[in-house]
T-cell receptor, first 115, second 113 residues
């Protein structure tokens, strides 16, 4: 069964510094996708980045990159040059074919960016 | 495009009442999902559907029912509302591919008193 774990309930980072948000997953399906979402205080879910299980390169989207270590089953989100607007909840999520493409979320990490 | 539309946005229910949260998407997506999010927590999957006429339970289905009579609509029914069902509910949809973008509705805030 698929499972997503985020072990950091909350984190602080200084503005303009980089921060890594941890995500580990468990699956026996060789075909899966990993997602990161941002949820600001307004509540909407904002898609940040995607990594497929067969992708050879780590995904990048602007200031966001995904440190994908398949053997360790980890998919950490790296935010470079943090901005005050990055303060939000961040969720890691996974879909796998064997589970009929169910999308399962981790418990989230609350990031606060200090000026 | 409207994307994923949820109604109502806010609702207060009394214990024991029933209601339906509506979810409609106009993107012809096969996959649709209902989640609940308790304060400060992650999203828990309630029910999902892989196409019209096909639904299945997620992580927390108790107290809820769904139907999928059309591709566009995926209503969530709360029977005999309980305070434990106070939460924010999100509907989402996506196409078939593993990498396809997942679209979320804006959420429905439900309070049971």
């Amino acid at each position: 069964a698929q499972k997503i774990t985020q072990t950091q309930p909350g984190m602080f980072v200084q503005e303009k510094e980089a921060v890594t948000l941890d995500c580990t997953y468990d699956t026996s399906d060789p075909s899966y996708g990993l997602f990161w979402y941002k949820q600001p205080s307004s509540g909407e879910m904002i898609f940040l980045i995607y990594q497929g299980s067969y992708d050879q390169q780590n995904a990048t989207e602007g200031r966001y990159s995904l440190n994908f270590q398949k053997a360790r089953k980890s998919a950490n989100l790296v935010i470079s040059a943090s901005q005050l607007g990055d303060s939000a909840m961040y969720f890691c999520a996974m879909r796998e074919i064997d589970s009929s493409y169910k999308l399962i979320f981790g418990s989230g990490t609350r990031l606060l960016v200090r000026p | 495009n409207a994307g994923v539309t949820q109604t109502p946005k806010f609702r207060i229910l009394k214990i024991g009442q029933s209601m339906t949260l509506q979810c409609t998407q106009d993107m012809n997506h096969n996959y649709m999902y209902w989640y609940r999010q308790d304060p400060g927590m992650g999203l828990k999957l309630i029910y999902y559907s892989v196409g019209a006429g096909i639904t299945d339970k997620g992580e927390v289905p108790n107290g809820y029912n769904v139907s999928r009579s059309t591709t566009e609509d995926f209503p969530l029914r709360l029977e005999l509302a309980a305070p434990s069902q106070t939460s924010v509910y999100f509907c989402a949809s996506t196409a078939t591919g593993l990498f396809d973008t997942i679209y979320f509705g804006e959420g429905s805030w439900l309070t049971v008193v």
